[in-house]
């Protein structure tokens, strides 16, 4: 099937209907990214695109051929921004969500674990326009209940994968490998304000919600994992984690091993931004930053480069798709050990979620996040491995960062 033809059998044109996940209506539930101009009332959406990985085709080059079928051209991002770049079309720009295992399928990785939420789309893409709508609000949702959380591995399976990646490591066959854990919970009402309370969350630089026929997803996310502005490229790798305490800041600044995994990511980084970058033109700033995010402190560091002539978004997401700060180095020899520990896959985690515009694209890492569809809701939660990893510390820290997640869904 050529691109074109799967473009086309996927596409939904004009307001987009949620049946089991009712919308609501209200100025917070954006998509992560979104400017100030295109939030709330102020945007409509024109055209819509969902692809599961059984559609066949490569989703970064669908992505970009429907864009630009809807007035987004996106083939040259080593372009200025247009002054007005809506004013043509009246099209102000759209959201923009892959997922791990579509980005896995770009590197060339496998991708045969389960998915835990089949109903989420591995591509997404809403193009808005400008202008508003008469909307009426619906009857308010009955109360809202969480359930209890089932996790897809134990505590003790989690460690028993971790022993795997240092064994991995200690034959030579990765550097370092990310492994994350899921859970899902069963709900009762309106799943769409509790993941807009997410958006909310102190470090939430891309806070916001997408929606879709029975699915929903809900970032939280502090990380960049690409935004291009004017033909500039910049990505900000997290890695390292503690608790929001001025012990554990100490604690992560002065950690060896912290900072040997962070600097470890950055590489990576580099040379995937090298990949479409101007020859020379890469550059670290702020190395090994310590951020705030709820209650833990992160490492954050930003890599700068000058976009190569000619970089569309599909060879963009092609080289950073999926973030290596949630991989593993090597990038691809970390994939093939992901997909053969992890129980389930990824979701909506560890995947990109956010805003594209002429000349603009401001993608998010989507940790941190949640997903709803019509019956659970789900978290994925992880860290980096390397030889210093503890088991039992690397269990705890998943448990840290999906805790504020876990508590903000269920309204506390």
């Not at 993608?363 to 503890?390: F, M, N, V």
Request: proline residues 8%; neutral net charge; glycine residues 12%.
């Amino acid at each position: 099937m050529s691109h074109r033809k799967s473009t086309e059998r996927m596409r939904k044109v004009g307001p987009y209907g949620v049946e089991t996940l009712p919308q609501v209506l209200s100025a917070s539930i954006d998509a992560p990214g979104a400017p100030a101009a295109c939030r709330g009332g102020a945007r409509t959406e024109r055209a819509r695109l969902h692809w599961h990985r059984g559609d066949g085709g490569d989703p970064a080059a669908l992505a970009e051929e429907f864009l630009a079928a809807h007035g987004l051209p996106l083939d040259d991002l080593s372009r200025p921004t247009p002054a007005h770049p809506h004013a043509a079309t009246g099209v102000c720009g759209a959201a923009l969500y892959l997922s791990a295992a579509a980005g896995a399928l770009l590197a060339g990785a496998p991708t045969g674990a389960p998915e835990p939420a089949p109903t989420l789309p591995d591509l997404a893409v809403v193009v808005y326009e400008h202008g508003r709508t008469p909307t009426t609000r619906p009857t308010p949702p009955g109360p809202w209940r969480l359930g209890a959380w089932t996790e897809s591995w134990t505590p003790q399976q989690h460690a028993a994968a971790v022993d795997a990646v240092r064994a991995a490591i200690g034959r030579g066959d990765v550097y370092q490998t990310n492994l994350v854990g899921h859970a899902a919970a069963p709900y009762t009402g309106d799943p769409l304000p509790a993941l807009a309370r997410l958006g909310a969350l102190p470090g939430a630089r891309y806070g916001g919600v997408l929606t879709g026929d029975g699915w929903a997803i809900g970032c939280a996310s502090p990380e960049t994992l690409v935004e291009v502005t004017d033909g500039h490229l910049i990505t900000r790798p997290i890695k390292g984690t503690r608790p929001a305490t001025a012990a554990g800041r100490a604690e992560l600044l002065t950690s060896a091993k912290e900072r040997a995994e962070h600097i470890m990511i950055v590489d990576l980084e580099r040379n995937d931004l090298a990949r479409v970058a101007r020859t020379g033109t890469v550059t670290v700033d702020d190395l090994f930053t310590v951020r705030r995010w709820c209650d833990l402190w992160q490492a954050e560091s930003t890599v700068r480069a000058a976009a190569a002539n000619g970089l569309g978004l599909a060879d963009l997401l092609r080289a950073t798709c999926p973030g290596g700060s949630v991989t593993g180095a090597p990038k691809h020899a970390a994939l093939t050990q992901i997909n053969a520990l992890e129980p389930v896959g990824r979701g909506a985690s560890m995947g990109a979620l956010g805003w594209v515009a002429p000349g603009r694209v401001d993608l998010g890492l989507t940790i941190r996040t949640a997903a709803a569809d019509g019956h659970h809701l789900h978290t994925w939660a992880g860290g980096g491995i390397t030889w210093d990893s503890d088991p039992a510390a690397e269990v705890a820290e998943a448990a840290a960062k999906v805790t504020p997640i876990r508590a903000t869904l269920a309204g506390r």
